[in-house]
């Protein structure tokens, strides 16, 4: 029964996902049947090909392992749902690797409220990856708050790229 | 060793040249900075005292001393903001004694004060340095004292005699002869070092206290200035350690799951007010230093951080998200519920209470600029005034006398650290070493 539910959710993520690629197609029908079809044969592809360790370098959705945030925001944002599908399924596959989920924020305001900022931002991608699938056992969350940017320009361009999520995996 | 005979011969040559003041390095020590050190002054000086610090004397036998001492006390009493100093080239006439101050010329050059002073010889190798603090209109002399000290410690003779002065001029104690805590990180990701640094309050005698490869954050001094606490990521996630600065021996005092961050000792240094998240999210513990355990004081889903002690150690500031975005909050160190405090500006974040717990420093975020506030209650409900430039300014510091902070900026991708009057009126780079500069932590006074 938890298995089910959690395939449930994995496929809602999947229509959620799938739906927002979509909308950058201006051609795509919104007729619920095509959304049914695309969300089979998406869930279709993936069981039909379990992972191996080598597809966290070689699958173009597991070698995604950032997820970025809006301003002040630990909502995780629709385009980023596929990723979070992918790595729950990974994890789950693999209880050999640990996962963690480091926190991150942009330079403004104060660094000891950007730790909460970035854990806050950790502990939303470490409920969504659960939620998927994902064994809550083999997830940790460290938050970074601004003091691992990855860029240092002071512009939105530049903020947005730091806040962020990065999904970090080791093996046991 | 030619490295050091050279500096010194080049000094010796200076002086000889009649050009002393110029040959001071800023600071000691390699990889340090050669900026000079600029006073910039906004909305005048209207309110400032006029003072001349008239170059001291050297009466010593043997090589002149490398610091000279006046330099420091002009330098400090100009950037607190309370002093306007006549600068060393207008200084037209050079006594050293009280006795022949012509006072005409001073107030000619409407001056209110002036210091006069002289080195001489002291036993073992030290200084004597004697000085007299003049009120010209009155032409009464205020001050006359002497204090010795090593040559290597002339810098902190100098803040001693600023210190003197400040005092008996504003009824003010002066805080100097104090000592600040920053933190340094120096190289490109992932390969930065950080440091937590230890230097006198004008950023010279900068000291390493400790060394890491991952971060290190948030400084603060014990209430005797033995000890700091702070953060560092070494062990892979975050963990609180205090250090005594003499030994450089260390302790964990914090390491749960989550968060460990924000460590704020109490004024009476037997408690240690911190931010753990392990329940959770974000909320402030009390640590009984002592016994180590530990007393949850907050208890809300929101961030609940940075928390500081009022002087009186009965209440906590902090900062918390409770209502939407971060404002200030007041609870009891026993706990209950907490009030805001502040209510202009859409984010204010870390404060720093002024010794007589009136002021309350933070920074203020209104869109994408950030600065400095600063929210006076002597007065009534209290004002809130900007006192930094911004755009990306934060963690303020009250020196223990309330009369200036220091704050973290940026000058392009690096981080700056900037001195600033409490009425934001005199600002000033501190000069510091190259590389990005942040998390400053004014001391408390020093005892003699």
């Known amino acids: 029964m938890n298995t089910s539910l959690r395939l449930a959710i994995a496929a809602l993520l999947c229509v959620t996902a799938v739906g927002c690629a979509k909308k950058v197609k201006p051609t795509s029908s919104t007729q619920p049947s095509d959304s049914t079809s695309q969300n089979a044969s998406t869930d279709r592809s993936s069981e039909a090909g379990p992972y191996t360790e080598a597809s966290l370098n070689s699958d173009s959705c597991l070698r995604q392992r950032v997820i970025y945030f809006d301003l002040d925001r630990t909502e995780i944002r629709g385009e980023f749902q596929a990723q979070i599908a992918c790595h729950s399924k990974f994890i789950r596959q693999f209880p050999n690797y640990n996962v963690t989920l480091e926190g991150n924020a942009d330079e403004r305001g104060s660094r000891e409220y950007n730790l909460g900022l970035g854990e806050r931002r950790g502990n939303a991608v470490q409920s969504a990856l659960s939620s998927a699938g994902a064994p809550g056992t083999q997830l940790n969350v460290v938050s970074y708050g601004e003091e691992r940017p990855t860029c240092k320009d002071h512009s939105e361009d530049c903020w947005s790229k730091n806040r962020r999520v990065e999904i970090v995996y080791t093996k046991n | ?448």
């Open chain 2, 1 to 448: 060793m030619p490295a050091n005979y050279i500096p010194r011969f080049a000094s010796l040559l200076l002086c000889l040249l009649g050009m002393a003041a110029q040959a001071q390095s800023p600071a000691s020590g390699p990889g340090l900075s050669s900026d000079v050190p600029t006073i910039v002054i906004r909305d005048g000086t209207g309110s400032a005292l006029p003072i001349t610090v008239v170059p001291f004397a050297f009466e010593g036998v043997g090589a002149p001393a490398e610091t000279d001492v006046s330099d420091v006390v002009r330098m400090d009493l100009a950037r607190s903001g309370k002093f306007k100093t006549l600068d060393k080239k207008d200084v037209v006439e050079f006594p050293s004694r009280g006795g022949d101050i012509k006072f005409p010329t001073w107030n000619l050059l409407k001056q209110s004060y002036v210091v006069v002073g002289r080195m001489t010889d002291a036993e073992g190798g030290a200084m004597r340095v004697e000085f007299e603090l003049y009120d010209v209109p009155k032409q009464e002399r205020l001050l006359g004292l002497a204090i010795t000290g090593q040559r290597s410690d002339l810098r902190g003779v100098g803040h001693q005699v600023a210190d003197l002065i400040y005092e008996k001029i504003t009824g003010v104690r002066g805080a100097f002869w104090t000592r600040i805590a920053y933190v340094t990180a120096a190289g490109v990701s992932p390969n930065i070092n950080y440091a937590l640094m230890v230097a006198d309050s004008d950023g010279y005698n900068p000291q390493v206290l400790v060394r890491s490869r991952e971060p290190l954050l948030s400084p603060s001094w014990s209430p005797d200035g033995k000890k700091l606490a702070y953060v560092s990521f070494e062990r892979g996630d975050s963990a609180i350690y205090i250090q005594e600065i003499a030994t450089g021996s260390r302790q964990v005092v914090s390491n749960r799951k989550g968060i460990n961050g924000a460590p704020a000792f109490s004024p009476d240094g037997s408690k240690l007010a911190l931010t753990l998240s392990y329940l959770g999210n974000p909320d402030i513990f009390v640590m009984d230093l002592g016994s180590r355990e530990t007393k949850r004081l907050t208890n809300h889903f929101s961030i609940d951080t940075e928390a500081q002690w009022m002087p009186d150690g009965q209440t906590l500031v902090f900062t918390s998200d409770r209502s939407g975005k971060p404002q200030l909050y007041q609870v009891s160190a026993s706990g209950g519920d907490a009030t805001r405090l502040t209510f202009q500006g859409e984010y204010n974040a870390k404060s720093s209470v002024s010794y007589d717990g009136k002021m309350f420093a933070m920074a203020q975020g209104t869109g994408n600029v950030y600065r400095i506030a600063v929210l006076d209650r002597s007065t009534g409900a209290g004002t809130m005034k900007p006192i930094s430039p911004g755009s990306v300014d934060e963690s303020p510091s009250f020196a223990p006398n309330g009369s200036m902070l220091l704050y973290a900026a940026t000058d392009g991708p690096r981080g700056v650290l900037y001195a600033v009057s409490a009425d934001g009126r005199v600002r000033q780079r501190l000069v510091l070493a190259d590389g990005d500069v942040r998390e400053p932590s004014w001391g408390p006074f020093r005892q003699r």
